[in-house]
């Protein structure tokens, strides 16, 4: 993969609600996360950008915007302005795009299910600041999958997954019913783990209810207070707001403020 530096007035934005399912597993832990991150004006990294171009690459491809030409013919080689990225398309995206591209279509087609891409969900329930858009969403009369594609190499796991867990509570409420079956799939072709770049998890929407309302609704609520709490821990590690936390550096004195 080629690079070369760009304007970031161009070209694919990454924009996320304050409480964003993605960093849940982060102010789940400490309160005071989104308030703090919401103050630091964030650089994307190269590969959270090449994530973004690939996951533009595959919503494209399953909404029907590609007809009659393969992700090679139409994206290889292809130069795509990312953030701060001029991200040339190479064969590892497009094959990472296909595993994913290939796996969705062939759960929808057996399960005969409702296929949303890139689908919106709100948890208007719990807060009007949660919300984010699902990768994948398969609906059945009886069964709703969450599919999640993952391009890092970091092993993700669906099992208790937080943020995929929202995008199914919120799915839940529009499309399901309390006897609606869930399943979590994270698809992440560059991970280092074994058995296969595919992992599926299957709970009730009775447990996701009850997790929402015993766990994340208190969560959020402590995230929205006036002066919310910080919570030092191993999720600082992560975190976009470390280089301005002063608890963070108060159990990193010496070091890089960005945790580097």
């Not at 013919?73 to 953030?83: A, H, N, P, R, S």
């Not at 999720?235 to 963070?248: E, F, G, K, M, P």
């Amino acid at each position: 993969m080629k690079l070369k530096s760009g304007k970031k007035d161009q070209g694919y934005q990454m924009k996320h609600a304050l409480l964003s399912p993605s960093s849940a597993d982060k102010w789940t832990k400490c309160p005071a996360m989104p308030t703090l991150a919401a103050k630091v004006d964030y650089q994307v990294g190269l590969p959270a950008a090449v994530g973004t171009l690939i996951h533009s690459m595959t919503e494209q491809l399953l909404k029907g915007f590609l007809v009659d030409v393969t992700l090679e013919d139409y994206w290889l080689g292809k130069t795509e302005l990312v953030e701060d990225f001029e991200i040339i398309v190479d064969q590892d995206m497009i094959d990472c795009a296909k595993i994913y591209v290939d796996y969705v279509q062939d759960r929808a087609k057996r399960l005969n299910g409702k296929l949303l891409v890139e689908q919106k969900v709100r948890l208007q329930e719990i807060s009007e600041d949660l919300y984010g858009y699902a990768d994948a969403l398969i609906i059945t009369p009886h069964k709703m999958c969450v599919i999640d594609l993952k391009t890092g190499k970091y092993p993700v796991s669906p099992e208790h997954n937080k943020q995929a867990m929202i995008y199914a509570i919120g799915a839940l409420s529009r499309y399901g019913n309390e006897d609606t079956e869930v399943e979590i799939t994270i698809v992440q072709p560059r991970a280092t783990w074994g058995g296969g770049p595919i992992k599926t998890w299957t709970t009730s929407a009775e447990f996701l209810v009850n997790w929402a309302y015993d766990f994340l609704k208190p969560s959020v609520d402590a995230c929205l207070e006036e002066n919310p709490v910080y919570v030092y821990g191993d999720h600082c590690r992560w975190c976009n707001a470390r280089s301005i936390c002063d608890l963070y550096k108060q159990h990193n004195k010496g070091e890089d403020n960005d945790g580097k």
